[in-house]
């Protein structure tokens, strides 16, 4: 082994990587990669130090590794968590408390990653607000990692071989253990890319390659100072680079994580090139070393910060002036913590490991223990109060169509006015815990199942059968078109899918193996079946974004080749925040939680500027239901629109029933003549 040294630059490394990921989080709402260097440098220092101790002492002491691990990572990481339980009962509404709380238990036992993957499977679940703790996954997978560190050491040690068949006989298993991992992640990134993103699988060969790196630098020739001027600056750059040449935040980590790793391997490698214009210098200096040494408890506490100042404020961003309080508030909170409670608690261990053997085991192995319960104690508690503040999921709430007491849409248009002093409904109680209808039947795919689900209503011997397809705000409509379908005994099949649009170019946001399956799948069914009309969505985008995507076009001509009539609607506005939520937070009857038509909606139907539509398409704009002129209210009609950000609510897709029946009625006369 190389003798132990203290690097500056990977120091310095760690100050860039953690800055970089708070600018990214604060200003630009998305990742930056930061968190793959982090990975890099993890690897590269643990596996040389767990090495490098077993051969200056003989043996691998679990134990002492353990320790160390608990001094230096629980300290941050349980304040943090324990001020987020206090802060979360204090300022978070009630509907989010018991899935934050939930978030802080599977943080404290290094699981927050797998915690989001399943999150991330579950398309309701995805539409909640980011958690203050959200960001702990990193640091599971990181701990993780820590442990299969030690596994994978402990198994190619022996103190009776000499260290370099140590080094080989890591080497053999580190390796495929890299190709592995990130051919996993190539092929999970392209079927899954949220599940990917915090998948442990997927990022173990980032932390294996840095393991190597640390295993290969003593055999490694030195390079010319000029190749170490240039890598360094190179390396230092792809870091810099990689969130703004990227999609990293739906892209990740698949091959492009390559990008930053070999960022940080290039400096890695660089260092000590021996000169102040070098990167090595420069990251190396003192004020980058000091934010170095306290960049874990930046990490940790930045997010946190953001979180609630967002919410307090009820921003979707902070501003440039507010960025730089939350960057210097996390920061002055990172070195209080890391002075007065980290760095003490890691000096005591320092001292007791001067003391004499027996002394040094006993405080090695209550370190352990009192980490051990420390964390339980966080997450049980956590756990207790996510089961107590858990809202469990209700029916929806329906109202009958042209209700004069809940007129819902038919009052955006003067078709019939609401009357004043009538408290909304449904309660927003029951919005937040409102599970739609198909959802409860199970006839509604999920997120990754490819399978067509299909559900009959009405009457099936029906002459008249519409078939509703597409993602969730095809499903969303099945309230609106339920109780037309039963006045006239028509048939009504549903076939909906989450995140899966009805198209034919697989646009399904990251899923796309299975919603192409699924899409192929209802194709060929309905070329088998063709029903009388396809009711689906006909726009994407937000605001001046909106448009009518290809891959619809393109779907809406192998209909008309298979003679089946297609009715559009226009998408519904998506917000860029939870609507009930904010209802829940302001009251019912306040304007905060309305959004502007602009924000929300491009100024014409994107339907309308198609040189050439498809015949068979019969397009239909219901935004004047959701929007006046100015703004897009969160009540209309006493009756509250959205569950969540963009989702309605079936109380409210119900009084679009008389909106939408004359358009079908119109439809299905021009069909039987």
Known sequence: MTERRFRPEIEGLRAVAAVLIAIYHIYLGKVSGGVDVFFVVAGFLVVGSLLGRAQRTGRVDAAAYLARLARRLLPNALLVLSLVLVASVLWLPASRRSATFWEVGAAALYSENWALAAKSVD????????????????????GQFYLLSLAVVLLAWTSRWPIAVVRRRLVLLLVPAAVISFLFSLSLTASNQPLAYFHTGTRVWEFVVGALLALAIPFLPELPRGLKLAGGWVGLLMIVSCGLIFPVSSTFPGWIALWPVAGALLIILSGGSGTRWSADGLLGSRPLVYVGSVSYGLYLWH????????????????????????????????????????????????????????????????????GTVCSALVAGTAGIASSITAIAPI????????????????????????PPDVAPVPQIEQVLAEVSTLNSMGCHQGLLEPDLVLCDFGDPESDVTILLAGGSHSAHLYPAV???????????????????????????????????EWNAELLDHLAAKPPDIVLTTSTRGVGAEE??????????????????????????????????????????????????????????????????????????????YFCDEQSCPAVIGNVVVYNDRHHLTEAYAGTLAPVVEPQLEHLIRELTG
């Not at 398309?123 to 990181?142: C, K, N, T």
């Not at 039963?486 to 170019?505: M, N, P, Q, R, Y």
């Not at 860029?576 to 905060?592: I, K």
């Open 482 to 516: 339920r109780p037309v379908v039963d006045k006239h005994g028509w048939h009504l099949v549903t076939a909906t899918k989450s995140s899966c649009l009805f198209t034919a170019g697989a646009e399904s946001m990251g899923l796309r193996r299975s919603c192409e």
């Open 303 to 370: 997010w946190p910060v953001l979180t609630f100042y967002l919410h307090l404020t009820g921003r979707t961003q902070a501003s440039l002036l507010a960025g730089l309080v939350i960057i210097l508030a996390s920061f002055g909170l990172s070195v209080l913590s890391t002075t007065f409670l980290e760095a003490p608690i890691r000096r005591r261990g320092e001292l007791a490991s001067r003391v004499r053997r027996t002394r040094r085991v006993m405080l090695t192995r209550r370190t352990v223990l009192v």
């Open 123 to 142: 398309y309701l679940a995805r539409e909640d607000a980011a958690s203050p703790v959200q960001h702990f996954w990193a640091m599971s997978v990181q």
């Open 547 to 624: 448009h009518i995507p290809a891959a619809y076009l393109t779907l809406w001509g192998q209909l008309e080749e298979l003679d089946i009539p297609v009715l559009a609607l226009r998408d519904t506005p998506r917000g860029s925040f939870n609507r009930a939520e904010c209802l829940e937070v302001n009251g019912v009857d306040t304007t905060d939680c309305d959004v502007p038509r602009a924000e929300v909606l491009a100024p014409a139907d994107p339907s309308t500027q198609l040189v050439d539509p498809p015949g068979n398409v019969t397009f239909m704009d219901l935004s004047d």
């Open 395 to 418: 029916a929806p709430v329906s109202v009958a169509a042209a209700d004069p007491v809940y007129p819902g849409a038919l009052t955006m248009t003067g078709e019939l006015p609401a």
